[in-house]
């Protein structure tokens, strides 16, 4: 009787502690490691689609700049098909319009170089010998032997380092047609991004489970509307930011007005530090050309542009687009230019956007009354008739030929006979 009680006891102890196993490890730790482990698990697969992409990196910036362009002249082709233009025809006047006015722009940019550079020249001696002269009046020793004598170590520098400045070169050649390949690879991506793009869109969501599809494709169309909307308001910003800096420079005579502005409105699709950069290259040219006061007052132009773009700008214009915090916004274009350069700081904020609008809209649950989700590409009125007549078309030819052939057949059957 005692044996079996002790055994007893011993059963009840052992099924208690293996219940209460896990009782011993705090409630945070196995939080935490739960959590570590899906960390590290999401990590793994970061890195290792990091990795793949980086081996086509090409094909991944030049498809990304395609998106973005498409963000920009989507509306125009959604404008003409409104008035019964098909979508490829739509299609090829919006692509060829951009081309175009990018053509266009550059030659005019190519023309005031070229015109300027003779005046820009005599104006950098000019501006030199002036440097060299104020140099000259300063209470300490740096003059114009000092400045010769830093020439001179540059171009012995060159000439002891021709080769790497030889493999510098090459390797511009080679970014040069990295360049012709990516343009390529970006057009003919725009083509099916504009005429088919919803279409491409629905296939890649029907990869999903069925339970995953709504609320991917609500999310991603969310998502492309906040792309859509910051495209559009950083155009109007770079617009403005590249008037106010290029009237500024004409007025004040710095040379090349035309191409300052267009490199300032270039610059400003990287926020909060392509403007400035640009507009530092406005203040050496006045500097060199027009001397020191000129410079300042450009300087002066400069920063009254900013500061509109910063505190007026920026919050009311593109506030409505994009519901990002500056500090975000400086880590995000800071992050993305130390991990892939100018196209890191050029995609780190659109890429940021549309996460945080997707991130909001799933954790809200908008798309169980989200009634703008679509199954099927969209249409409108004339081009659903159009369809209707096309499948009906189609429809008499099928049939025709099925009429056809049954009249083929018994005339081989009768023959037969």
């Given at each position: 009787m005692n044996e079996n009680l002790e055994l007893d006891s011993r059963d009840i102890r052992g099924g208690s502690s293996a219940r209460t196993a896990g009782a011993y490890i705090p409630f945070a730790l196995s939080t935490a490691a739960e959590w570590a482990w899906r960390l590290i698990v999401v990590g793994i697969a970061g890195?290792?689609?990091?990795?793949?992409?980086?081996?086509?990196?090409?094909?991944?910036?030049?498809?990304?700049?395609?998106?973005?362009?498409?963000?920009?002249?989507?509306?125009?082709?959604?404008?003409?098909?409104?008035?019964?233009?098909?979508?490829?025809?739509?299609?090829?006047?919006?692509?060829?319009?951009?081309?175009?006015?990018?053509?266009?722009?550059l030659t005019l940019v190519g023309q005031q170089l070229t015109s300027g550079f003779s005046s820009l020249s005599t104006q950098v001696v000019e501006g030199y010998?002036?440097?060299?002269?104020?140099?000259?009046?300063?209470?300490?020793?740096?003059?114009?032997?000092?400045?010769?004598?830093?020439?001179?170590?540059?171009?012995?520098?060159?000439?002891?380092?021709?080769?790497?400045?030889?493999?510098?070169?090459?390797?511009?050649?080679?970014?040069?047609?990295?360049?012709?390949?990516?343009?390529?690879?970006?057009?003919?991506?725009?083509?099916?991004?504009?005429?088919?793009?919803?279409?491409i869109w629905l296939f890649l969501v029907g990869l999903f489970p069925k339970a995953a599809r709504r609320p991917l494709n609500g999310a991603g169309r969310r998502g492309w509307k906040s792309l859509v909307s910051y495209v559009h308001m950083q155009v109007l910003v770079a617009f403005i930011d590249a008037v106010g800096i290029g009237l500024s420079a004409f007025f004040l005579g710095v040379p090349f007005a035309l191409p300052v502005a267009v490199l300032v409105f270039i610059g400003s699709f990287i926020p909060m530090v392509g403007a400035v950069v640009t507009g530092v290259v406005a203040v050496l040219l006045a500097l060199v050309a027009n001397g020191l006061v000129n410079a300042l007052l450009m300087l002066l132009m400069v920063i009254i542009v900013q500061q509109i773009e910063g505190h007026?700008?920026?919050?009311?214009?593109?506030?409505?687009?994009?519901?990002?915090?500056?500090?975000?916004?400086f880590l995000g274009v800071a992050g993305g230019s130390l991990l892939f350069g100018i196209a890191g700081a050029l995609f780190a904020v659109p890429i940021l956007a549309v996460i945080n609008t997707v991130i909001r809209y799933l954790a809200h649950r908008e798309w169980?009354?989200?009634?703008?989700?679509?199954?099927?590409?969209?249409?409108?009125?004339?081009?659903?008739?159009?369809?209707?007549?096309?499948?009906?078309?189609?429809?008499?030819?099928?049939?025709?030929?099925?009429?056809?052939?049954?009249g083929h057949d018994k005339d081989v059957s009768s023959i037969g006979i």
């Open positions: 890195y290792a689609i990091f990795t793949a992409l980086s081996k086509v990196s090409l094909i991944v910036i030049s498809l990304a700049v395609a998106v973005l362009l498409a963000a920009l002249i989507v509306p125009v082709v959604y404008f003409l098909r409104r008035h019964k233009i098909r979508a490829g025809l739509a299609t090829a006047i919006a692509e060829l319009g951009l081309i175009i006015g990018v053509i266009l722009l010998n002036q440097l060299m002269a104020s140099l000259q009046n300063l209470p300490f020793n740096f003059g114009a032997e000092q400045i010769d004598s830093y020439i001179s170590q540059f171009a012995n520098w060159l000439k002891e380092n021709s080769s790497t400045v030889l493999s510098g070169v090459a390797s511009v050649g080679s970014t040069a047609a990295d360049f012709g390949t990516g343009l390529i690879i970006c057009l003919f991506a725009l083509i099916f991004f504009l005429m088919e793009g919803e279409r007026i700008l920026q919050p009311l214009v593109m506030g409505k687009a994009v519901s990002l915090h500056p500090l975000a916004v169980e009354d989200d009634s703008s989700i679509r199954s099927e590409p969209f249409l409108f009125e004339h081009e659903i008739e159009r369809q209707k007549k096309k499948d009906i078309a189609q429809m008499v030819r099928e049939r025709l030929e099925a009429l056809r052939k049954d």
